[in-house]
């Protein structure tokens, strides 16, 4: 809240101008409006350098957009699914899946079933040789529960010549296998 008293105006920090002083650019835009409007296109005035109608550089784009098709080289096949692992465990272990080599592929789908009685860590892996030995661990790992099915699908910044995983209990199943198939698509 203000306080009670006489203050000076505020300084002008643009100058001001009459009315009148605008009018004529004022007009000639206004014709230009109404030209535009009515269907006949006149000159561009020369105070607006590189000018056109619209219309004309609608086409324009048009055309660079025409020139920048994008071809498919082929057609983008899943091969069949792989069996990368599958096992009883009946342990509380860490074991490794095999690779599957993704150096030809757009995506990868891996897919666990498991009918083990406990819970499984999944960890997506990637190496650039076919080996889990060096491998590195792509994102978190995924938690499989007892009895159940999870999927994992790679992002294309995942990418690594060869994927696997490793399957980790915490505590020993007493029944049951855990599978994982994976999906290359090309």
């Given at each position: 809240?203000?306080?009670?008293?006489?203050?000076?105006?505020?300084?002008?920090?643009?100058?001001?101008?009459?009315?009148?002083?605008?009018?004529?650019?004022?007009?000639?835009?206004?014709?230009?409006l109404?030209?535009?409007?009515?269907?006949?296109?006149?000159?561009?005035?020369?105070?607006?350098?590189?000018?056109?109608?619209?219309?004309?550089?609608?086409?324009?784009?048009?055309?660079?957009?025409?020139?920048?098709?994008?071809?498919?080289?082929?057609?983008?096949?899943?091969?069949?699914?792989?069996?990368?692992?599958?096992?009883?465990?009946?342990?509380?272990t860490t074991?490794?899946?095999?690779?599957?080599?993704?150096?030809?592929?757009k995506?990868?789908?891996?897919?666990v079933?498991?009918?083990?009685?406990?819970?499984?860590?999944?960890?997506?892996?990637?190496?650039?040789?076919?080996?889990?030995i060096?491998?590195?661990?792509?994102?978190?790992?995924?938690?499989?529960?007892?009895?159940?099915?999870?999927?994992?699908?790679?992002?294309?910044?995942?990418?690594?010549?060869?994927?696997?995983?490793t399957?980790?209990?915490?505590?020993?199943?007493t029944?049951?296998t855990?599978?994982?198939?994976?999906?290359?698509?090309?």
């Amino acid at each position: 809240m203000a306080k009670p008293g006489i203050y000076a105006p505020p300084e002008v920090t643009t100058p001001r101008r009459a009315p009148w002083d605008h009018v004529e650019e004022l007009c000639n835009k206004l014709d230009l409006l109404i030209a535009l409007m009515g269907g006949a296109v006149p000159a561009p005035p020369p105070e607006w350098p590189g000018w056109q109608p619209v219309i004309d550089k609608l086409d324009e784009i048009k055309e660079e957009i025409a020139s920048l098709q994008v071809s498919v080289n082929g057609v983008w096949e899943a091969k069949p699914a792989v069996e990368i692992f599958n096992e009883a465990i009946k342990s509380a272990t860490t074991i490794s899946s095999a690779m599957v080599s993704w150096q030809k592929g757009k995506r990868l789908f891996l897919f666990v079933d498991s009918s083990l009685n406990q819970d499984a860590q999944i960890q997506v892996v990637g190496n650039i040789k076919n080996s889990v030995i060096g491998s590195v661990n792509i994102n978190a790992a995924l938690n499989c529960a007892a009895n159940s099915k999870i999927s994992v699908g790679m992002a294309w910044d995942d990418w690594m010549n060869y994927i696997g995983a490793t399957v980790t209990t915490i505590v020993a199943p007493t029944s049951g296998t855990l599978t994982i198939w994976a999906v290359v698509q090309e």
